[in-house]
């Protein structure tokens, strides 16, 4: 039996959102004691962002991996793989780590890589492309956020 792509994207989107979710400790004293910028969300702002935002990449990979040659699917698996493993690591260097600059080049890296998986995915389904538009955008604010709280701190 084969397992339909929106499983498999589901699970893998639902294992990087865990991961970053077990490793986030905004409550801890060392997150607390930070200086940061006066325009950083409430904590809770977090939470509501990331749902959708965890939801549409689960959907442009379904889109993404049901179109295109077999080698277009596979090239976008495995950008899509690695860029679940940035996203979730990224809340391991900062948090865990306690590590903001190093977070700081662990996003950088996200960037691009969440840039050349939305350009994969909108050259293989336009749909796909434009649902990971919101996720580019919120950690493209995500960088400015690290990089404010590196230069308060």
């Known amino acids: 039996m ?11 989107v639902v294992v990087a959102a865990g991961a970053g979710s ?6 801890s004293r060392w997150y607390r004691a930070l200086r940061k910028p006066p325009w ?8 509501a962002v ?9 959907v442009a990979g379904t889109r993404a991996l049901n179109r295109g040659d077999a080698d ?3 090239a976008f698996a495995r950008s899509y793989a690695i860029n679940l493993g940035l996203n979730a690591a990224w809340t391991a260097v900062f948090f865990r780590a306690k590590r903001p600059r190093a977070a700081l080049a662990e996003i950088a890296v996200l960037n691009v890589s969440n840039l050349l998986l939305l350009r994969r995915a909108a050259r293989t389904d336009r749909l796909a492309g434009a649902a990971l538009a919101p996720y580019v955008a919120w950690t493209i604010f995500a960088t400015a956020l690290n990089a404010a709280i590196v230069r308060r701190n």
Not at 2 to 9: D, F
Not at 22 to 27: K, L, M, N, R
């Open 50 to 58: 990331w749902t959708p935002l965890y939801a549409l990449i689960a």
């Open 40 to 47: 950083q969300p409430p904590p809770a702002a977090f939470p």
């Open 2 to 12: 084969t397992v339909p792509t929106w499983v498999k994207t589901s699970a893998a």
């Open 22 to 27: 077990i490793a986030t400790e905004p409550g």
């Open 72 to 74: 277009d699917r596979r």
